[in-house]
Each structure stands twice: as structure tokens, then as C-alpha cells.
């Protein structure tokens, strides 16, 4: 102590304070986190120019099924606008975005992670249901030409009104948003990449199954199984525009079952995006 007094006295400075401590740095401020709509709206673009090398395959391979399952059904299904008929051209058209939403979508996001492909997004400053939702909408939009197609082609063979087309606008957005977080879900929880093929393969027959066909015809249990799969209420709500007197309120109802489904599925897909990434 007497040597610092000492030495403080011939400088002339003042002794240093042992209670005088050195602030600690503060951290650098990050940068804000990248809001919702424009990560989207960026995910999106990404993956639309992605995806369209493959459009016109991916459009003719979706609408040609559904257009040869129509020519095979109406061998065995009368036309006239029955309820058999309004069956098979709503689930043929439906099926053009199960084809899409949920096998191709499945099939994506398991050779995603299988590759490590999700660690580039996992990277980005994105919120995850971003991410999702981006390539759901992505791979959905290429469904409404082919779905429009399928339709079209099915109202001439089976006979049927084309007022009520229209629909299509509201059908096709929400059973897509219900199968894209289906697909995407299946993709994302699957351990293999040949599982979430296999269950993008099984989803997409199970929607050609149990929409294509009458449920007239269709044991109960069957119908119970048709009731579970979300494009079913698509086809439903496509298939009673087709009627004289379309019930609307049933059509809405549909229609926000499928909506409600939409928001499930891709909340659960963006649950399992969350847990794939960090692995």
C-alpha cells in the first residue's frame, strides 16, 4: 500500500480505486429476424423456379392418370349426372393435387433430409413454417391447370354441368394446403427416404381409392377410412356442385373441414421441420 501511495505521489496520478471494476462488453446487436410474409413469399419463388423445369412432365403425368382413370370408370359407371358419376369426376380431379401435394411433396422433403439438404435452410434467418409453407404452395400451384383439364374432360364424358366449375378456385387451394402439410409431415417424420416414398405412394392410393370411387358401392368400414383422408372433403364439396340445387352450406362446410385439416397438417409439418433440422 505505501509503495503505490509512493509511487501515486511522484506521477502525480491518483491512486486507482480497488472497487473500480471494467464494464463488460455488451454484445454486438443482431440482425433483425426475417418476418414471415417476405421469407415466405422468397421460399416460394425459390422453389416455383425449381420446380418448373419439371412442370409440363409433372402437369401431363398427374392429369393423364386421372383422365385414364375416368375412361376406365365409365365403363362401369353411368353418365347422366348421377351421384356415381359426380363421384368419379370429383375424385379424378382431386386426385391431380394428391399426385402432387402429397407424393411429390413427401417424396421432396425425405430426399431433403436424407441429404442433408435441410441444414442449407436451417441456416437461413426463416421462420421454419416459412419454409413449409413455401414449398407446399409451390408444388400446389401447379395443380390447378391439370385439375381444371381432368374436370373439364370428366363433365363431357360423364355428362355433367360445367357451372359449377368454378369451385375449383376454393377446392384446390385447400385440399392442396390439407395433402402439401400431409405430404410434407409424411417426409419430414419418416426415418428413410424409401419410407417417405413409400408412404407418399401409399397416401396418394389411398386417395385415389377412396375418392375415386362411389361410396354407394363401398363397405361401412370403408366409408369410415374415406371420412379420415382430408381430399375427401374436397371431392365432397366438388362433387355437390354437380347436383340441380347445390346444398352451399354443405359445400362450405367441406370446404372448411378442409381448411381446418390444411391448418393441422401444416402446423405438424412445421413441428416436424423444427425437429429434422436440428439433428
Not at 381444371?148 to 355428362?159: D, K, S
Request: aromatic share 8%; net charge positive; with cysteine.
Amino acid at each position: 500500500m505505501t509503495t503505490t501511495a509512493h509511487v501515486s505521489a511522484s506521477t502525480g496520478a491518483e491512486p486507482p480505486d480497488p472497487t473500480d471494476r471494467a464494464e463488460p462488453a455488451l454484445p454486438e446487436p443482431l440482425a433483425p429476424r426475417a418476418r414471415f410474409f417476405p421469407s415466405l413469399a422468397a421460399v416460394y419463388r425459390a422453389q416455383l423456379s425449381r420446380a418448373r423445369v419439371a412442370r409440363i412432365p409433372l402437369l401431363f403425368v398427374a392429369t393423364f392418370q386421372s383422365v385414364g382413370i375416368m375412361i376406365l370408370m365409365r365403363g362401369v359407371v353411368d353418365g347422366g349426372g348421377g351421384s356415381e358419376a359426380r363421384a368419379v369426376v370429383a375424385g379424378s380431379s382431386v386426385l391431380v393435387v394428391a399426385f402432387v401435394a402429397l407424393n411429390l411433396l413427401a417424396q421432396y422433403f425425405g430426399q431433403l433430409r436424407a441429404s442433408g439438404g435441410l441444414d442449407h435452410y436451417a441456416t437461413l434467418p426463416v421462420p421454419p413454417a416459412s419454409v413449409v409453407l413455401g414449398a407446399a404452395a409451390a408444388y400446389a400451384s401447379f395443380t390447378l391447370p391439370g385439375t381444371l383439364v381432368t374436370a373439364v374432360f370428366g363433365c363431357v364424358l360423364f355428362g355433367l354441368p360445367m357451372g359449377g366449375l368454378w369451385i375449383l378456385i376454393a377446392v384446390v387451394p385447400l385440399a392442396g394446403a390439407a395433402l402439401a402439410g400431409l405430404g410434407a409431415a409424411l417426409g419430414l417424420l419418416a426415418p428413410r427416404q424409401e419410407l417417405a416414398t413409400l408412404a407418399g405412394q401409399l397416401g396418394m392410393s389411398a386417395a385415389l381409392l377412396l375418392g375415386v370411387l362411389p361410396p354407394e358401392r363401398m363397405p361401412a368400414v370403408i366409408v369410415w377410412a374415406r371420412d379420415l383422408l382430408p381430399s375427401t372433403y374436397g371431392v365432397e364439396a366438388f362433387a355437390r356442385t354437380f347436383a340441380p340445387h347445390p346444398d352451399w352450406a354443405a359445400v362450405g362446410l367441406d370446404l372448411g373441414v378442409c381448411a381446418a385439416v390444411g391448418v393441422l397438417s401444416l402446423f405438424v409439418a412445421t413441428k416436424a421441420y423444427r425437429r429434422a433440422a436440428v439433428r
